[in-house]
């Protein structure tokens, strides 16, 4: 018998996404993307009692790079987002979703701007807890601290390139 949210828990839709880069092994009767969506959906069903409903759309991207957003299954996942279908969007590993974190954090800027949280069934990703937003901001302020250190070197190569022919030759005479 399938457990009943608490009374007063709102019903929220859960959006399962897997990615699996190469199309090796998807021709399989039971490849990654199968397995990645049936663990997502054992945890949104341990979650039933919180009001956790898993939607029946998929969101499977077989044979794409986790370094583009230039994906169907994550668009359409994103377009759903924003159309108000979702409220948690559940991965097998934060990598699934992107391997970029300047993607990961435009992701996450459209999950808040449609109050929808974030959870990772591996790893300690949840932002449905003050603990997972908590993880989540850190690792966004670490990607911010990175972009920016990255602009700076950038901005420091410009105003001050190196001529690497003028160092080879005072080496050479030296």
């Not at 009943?4 to 959006?15: E, S, T």
């Not at 054992?42 to 998929?58: D, I, K, P």
Request: with cysteine; charged share 30%.
């Amino acid at each position: 018998m399938a457990e009943r949210p608490a009374k007063g828990k709102p019903r929220l839709r859960c959006a399962i996404y897997s990615r699996k880069s190469s199309e090796e092994g998807l021709e399989q009767e039971f490849n990654s993307l199968d397995a990645q969506r049936e663990a997502c959906a054992a945890f949104v069903a341990s979650q039933r009692h919180e009001g956790w409903m898993l939607l029946r759309e998929r969101y499977d991207d077989g044979g794409f790079s986790g370094g583009t957003m230039e994906r169907p299954a994550l668009q359409r996942l994103l377009a759903d987002i924003a159309a108000g279908w979702i409220d948690i969007v559940v991965v097998y590993k934060v990598d699934r979703l992107t391997r970029a974190l300047s993607d990961f954090a435009r992701i996450v800027e459209l999950f808040d701007r449609h109050n929808v949280s974030f959870v990772s069934v591996t790893q300690a990703f949840n932002t449905t807890t003050s603990m997972g937003r908590l993880t989540l901001n850190v690792l966004l302020s670490f990607a911010q601290f990175e972009r920016e250190v990255t602009g700076d070197r950038l901005m420091a190569d410009t105003r001050f390139p190196l001529d690497w022919s003028d160092q080879r030759r005072s080496f050479a005479s030296a």
